[in-house]
């Protein structure tokens, strides 16, 4: 307990560091036997480096006055943990389902002066999870790890005599792991710069990218690995998508609910709002309506797949009433960053499944109704208090943002540090500032051209990977669309690698992109009918 406390000066700056290396090792070594061990010291090295910044904090009191009840807890949850990663080692099929499963519920918790919305049923599934492959990776033998190492460096099968593209070897694959590097660099680099974010006061810069890396790049990386290694068969794929139907569907049963009896379930600060205001905002089992907003614009890009390729006519009906049940919760979030990122999804599966001509005119339309709309309504979308107001203030944070980029333009302010700075440079005292909402000008203004630098080379690597052969594939398709919605929506509203969706995306069209039956559509198809994957056949059936 007492070494915990002796956590404090430079040490914690050297563990995030450390922790940061270590993701990008489990992210990029070429030897199983490695990557593991570098994952097992991220789980490990993570909970030590919360631990040191929370060990003060008063919701530790109860550990410091009872510590042998506590350890009896923690004793009683790493059994639990370990039969769960007994369970997963047993039936890795249930992975993939239990991961999605977890990626929306938050539980708040108090982390220091703040209390931080976690992901605590994602993060136990992770852990679980990742013990499942870490300990065989580790007892392995020594024969068997050498063999291992001469075939692919991600468990893949020996490379057949299928042409390049077709057993993953080839430009695909390159991308794949170029796609890695950038993660694993971005990584690190948001470690380094870590060091010197401020460190002193409310609001601690570097507490900040501590927490940052703790709660959301660790685990995250590790979960993009798990989901990575999942064999997407056209069970598995269906079951997926079933899932996330089943769970879009609920939550927006509770949004109704929550909209015809005016009360809202989690989030105090928006009941104010909405008291405030003569419009009712619902944000379901999500802390925020624009996180709730994110999730079914997704998961409507992903279910509108079933209408634009050849799917019997019960299941096409049956999507369309699914998507008008989303539809109406959407629209109860009033979220404008979610809207937007639905018709960018939508609009990249338009162009992957016809002419980009046609896309393009089915755009044009789209856009007309949308600002027909606007005009008729205009107080609907605040657009009559201005650019700053209809954007909730993000006008004033990106302009302070690049300001803040301006004084610093190479190496930034240092992670984590855009709400300490801000306030500092612009007298900003709103107590919900939390990023400029705009994710390259936070990374702009926290890590300067360095880090925008890596962010923008990631992105487009990732899009290229997940568009490229796409077309014709419904499922790469539906994947690359959501991903280029996603990106979007950060733009509006931040939180890119700090979302575990963004990681989940990468991690099932990198698997897909890089799998044997990622090939080219054959050409003896006719073009109005696109050929279908066999993770798609059955993905309906």
């Known amino acids: 307990m007492i070494a915990f406390a002796a956590l404090t000066g430079p040490l914690p700056k050297a563990g995030v560091v450390a922790v940061a290396v270590f993701v990008a090792v489990a992210l990029l070594a070429p030897d199983r036997r490695a990557r593991a061990m570098a994952a097992l010291s991220a789980l490990v090295l993570a909970p030590v480096l919360l631990l040191s910044d929370i060990w003060s904090s008063p919701q530790l009191r109860l550990v410091h006055r009872h510590p042998l009840p506590a350890l009896v807890v923690a004793v009683v949850a790493l059994a639990v943990l370990a039969a769960a990663a007994t369970l997963i080692a047993r039936r890795p099929v249930l992975m993939a389902p239990l991961a999605l499963l977890a990626l929306p519920f938050r539980v708040p918790i108090q982390t220091g002066p703040t209390t931080s919305n976690l992901l605590v049923p994602l993060y136990f599934v992770v852990a679980a999870g990742s013990l499942a492959w870490i300990v065989p990776a580790l007892a392995e ?15 893949e099968p020996p490379v057949t005599d299928a042409p390049p593209d077709m057993d993953g070897s080839g430009p695909s694959r390159g991308l794949a792991m170029w796609v890695e590097r950038l993660l694993a660099l971005y990584i690190v680099l948001y470690g380094i710069q870590s060091v010197y974010s401020p460190d002193t006061g409310l609001n601690s810069g570097f507490e900040k990218a501590l927490q940052q890396m703790v709660f959301f790049y660790v685990p995250f990386a590790l979960l993009y690995q798990l989901l990575r290694r999942v064999q997407w068969t056209a069970k598995q ?3 997926c998508l079933q899932l996330i139907v089943v769970l879009s569907i609920v939550f927006s049963l509770i949004a109704y ?22 419009y009712f905002t619902v944000n379901s089992v999500f802390f925020d309506p624009d996180i709730f907003g994110r999730f079914l614009a997704l998961a409507m890009i992903l279910l509108a797949v079933v209408l634009l390729y050849d799917r019997p006519q019960r299941e096409q009906l049956a999507a369309v009433g699914v998507l ?8 109860l979030t009033l979220s404008r960053s979610s809207l937007g990122a639905l018709l960018v999804g939508l609009a990249v599966l338009a162009a992957l499944r016809w002419r980009p001509s046609r896309a393009l005119i089915l755009v044009v339309v789209v856009i007309a109704l949308g600002a027909a709309a606007v005009a008729v309504s205009p107080n609907t979308f605040g657009l009559n208090q201005g650019i700053n107001g209809a954007s909730s203030g993000r006008g004033g944070l990106v302009s302070g943002g690049l300001s803040l980029f301006a004084d610093r333009p190479v190496w930034g ?3 984590g540090s855009f709400v300490k700075e801000y306030r500092a440079h612009h007298r900003a005292t709103a107590t919900t500032l939390s990023a400029s909402h705009t994710i390259p000008v936070t990374i702009a203004a926290e890590q300067g051209l360095i880090g925008e630098f890596a962010y923008a080379a990631l992105v487009i690597a990732a899009l290229v990977l997940l568009v490229r052969r796409s077309r ?7 994947i690359a669309a959501a991903f280029a919605a996603l990106v979007f929506h950060t733009m509006l509203y931040a939180d890119f690698l700090e979302d575990p969706v963004t990681w989940a995306l990468l991690g099932v069209g990198v698997a897909l992109a890089t799998a044997p039956e990622a090939g080219r559509p054959s050409r003896s198809r006719s073009r109005s009918r696109p050929p279908r994957t066999p993770a798609v056949e059955g993905a309906s059936g």
């Open 141 to 155: 033998p020594m024969r068997e790890r050498r063999t291992r190492v001469v075939r692919s460096r991600r468990d």
């Open 237 to 239: 794929v269906r079951n």
């Open 257 to 278: 609910a929550e909209y015809a009896t005016k009360t809202i379930i989690l989030n105090p600060k928006l009941v104010v709002a909405n008291d405030l205001h003569t």
């Open 324 to 331: 008008a049940v989303l539809w109406v919760g959407l629209v």
């Open 413 to 415: 302010w240092g992670s």
């Open 472 to 478: 014709g594939d419904p499922v790469r398709s539906a």
